[in-house]
C-alpha cells in the first residue's frame, strides 16, 4: 500500500519527501528534478509503542510502516505525454492514494512553473489532467460495455449506465471521488482503478512566518478540500529539513519549542497518510520485541495473523487479544489476565486498532 507526493515542479515534493523518508532524494530548483519515483519505507510515530517499551522493557522495538512515493512534478498537457506526463500518470496509478503538495509561501529565489504562486490553480492544473485522464479510460471502458447490453442481461446494463454516469460527471470537471456510489455502482467504478477516485490529502509547503499565524492561501485551501470532503495539513517543508539535520532528540525538541510546535509536522503528516490508506495497528508485545503490525482496516483475526507468516494464516487455532488501554491499566499480561481482561477469539473477530495479540497456529 504505497501513498504517492504528487504536485507541480518546484512546489517542495523532494525536500518533503527527504524529511519523511531520509532517503536523501535529490532537490534541485528546477523541474523534473525528480525523475525516476523514489520510494521511501517510513516509520509511522505511535506513542503508544513508547508506552509499551516502558512497560515490557523488550530487547527491540519495531513500528509499523508505510510506503510513500516522490513522484516527478506534473506540468499542463501531461494527459497528453507533455514533459514526463506518461511516466508520471503510470506511477500516480501504482499508489493507492495521494498526497498533494500545493506551494502556499512567496520566494523569489524559487522559481514557480507557473509563475506565481496560486495553490487553487496548481490543484487545477494537476486535476485537469488527471480528469483527462480517466475520461480516456471511461470512455473506452463505456464503449466496451455498450456492446455487452444487447444480451438483455441486467448486470451489462447496469455497469453500461454507471459508467455513462460518471464518465459524464468527471467531464463536467468533478473528481471521481466525489461520485455517490453504492453497493450495485462501487464495484463498477473500482475495477477500473480511475485516478481521480483515490483518497487524497492537501499539504500546504508554508515558510517559517506562516507556522503560527497561518496565510491566505492555507486558508483558501481548506475551503476547497471541504468541499471535497478532504483533509489539509499545513506544514515548511525546510524548516522540516533543517529539524532532521540535528543530530539529537534534545536540539530537535529544543528547535520544536522555539517554533511553538510539539511534534514535527512530519509526523503527523504520517498518521494521517496511513489513515488515508485505511490502515491501522496491532502489537505484539514480547520480552524479545515490541512491535507493530501494519493491516487494513476492517482485517479478521488469521488475516492479521498472516502479515507476521503465512503459515500463522494457514494453522490458525485462535487469538488471545488484549486491549492496549487494559495493558497500561494493568501494567502486564499476567495481571490483565488475572483480572479476566483477556480474551479469546476465532476466526470471524475483526481486529481492533492497538488489540495486543498473541496468535495460536499448528500446521
Known amino acids: 500500500m504505497k501513498c504517492g507526493i504528487v504536485g507541480l515542479p518546484n512546489v517542495g515534493k523532494s525536500t518533503l519527501f527527504n524529511c519523511l523518508s531520509n532517503a536523501k532524494a535529490q532537490s534541485a530548483n528546477y523541474p523534473f528534478c525528480t525523475i525516476e519515483p523514489n520510494l521511501g519505507t517510513v516509520s509511522v510515530p505511535d506513542p503508544r509503542l513508547n508506552v509499551l517499551e516502558s512497560l515490557v522493557k523488550p530487547e527491540r522495538v519495531l513500528p509499523a510502516v508505510v510506503e510513500i512515493v516522490d513522484i516527478a512534478g506534473l506540468v499542463k498537457g501531461a494527459s497528453k505525454g507533455e514533459g514526463l506526463g506518461n511516466q508520471f500518470l503510470a506511477n500516480i496509478r501504482e499508489c493507492e492514494a495521494i498526497i498533494h503538495v500545493l506551494r502556499c509561501f512567496e520566494n523569489g529565489n524559487i522559481v514557480h512553473v507557473e509563475g506565481s504562486v496560486d495553490p487553487i490553480r496548481d490543484k487545477e492544473i494537476i486535476d485537469i489532467e488527471l480528469q483527462l485522464k480517466d475520461i480516456e479510460t471511461l470512455t473506452k471502458a463505456a464503449e466496451k460495455a455498450k456492446k455487452f447490453i444487447k444480451s438483455g442481461k441486467k448486470e451489462d446494463i447496469q455497469k453500461y449506465e454507471t459508467l455513462k ?8 470537471g468533478r473528481n471521481a471521488r466525489e461520485f455517490e456510489t453504492d453497493d450495485l455502482t462501487k464495484p463498477i467504478i473500482d475495477e477500473i482503478h480511475l485516478l481521480t477516485k483515490k483518497p487524497i490529502l492537501y499539504v500546504c509547503n508554508i515558510d517559517e512566518n506562516s507556522i503560527k499565524a497561518g496565510n491566505p492561501w492555507i486558508e483558501k485551501v481548506e475551503e476547497m478540500a471541504k468541499k471535497e470532503g478532504a483533509e489539509v495539513i499545513a506544514l515548511a517543508a525546510q524548516i ?36 488515508l490508506l485505511k490502515l491501522q495497528t496491532y502489537f505484539t508485545a514480547g520480552v524479545k520485541e515490541v512491535r507493530a503490525w501494519t493491516i487494513e482496516k476492517g482485517w479478521t483475526a488469521p488475516q492479521a495473523a498472516g502479515v507476521i507468516h503465512t503459515d500463522f494464516e494457514k494453522g490458525f487455532i485462535r487469538a488471545e487479544v488484549i486491549k492496549y488501554d487494559d495493558f ?20 470471524e473477530y475483526v481486529v481492533q486498532d492497538g488489540d495486543i495479540i498473541h496468535f495460536r497456529f499448528n500446521v
Open 328 to 347: 497500561v491499566n494493568y501494567g502486564s499480561e499476567a495481571k490483565v489476565k488475572e483480572a479476566g481482561k483477556l480474551s479469546v477469539e476465532g476466526k
Open 240 to 275: 522540516e529539513a533543517d529539524i532532521n539535520e540535528l543530530e539529537t532528540y534534545e536540539e530537535r525538541q529544543l528547535f520544536l519549542d522555539e517554533l511553538g510546535l510539539e511534534e514535527p509536522g512530519v509526523n503527523r503528516l504520517i498518521r494521517k497518510a496511513y489513515e
Open 165 to 172: 454516469s460518471i464518465l459524464e460527471f468527471v467531464e463536467s
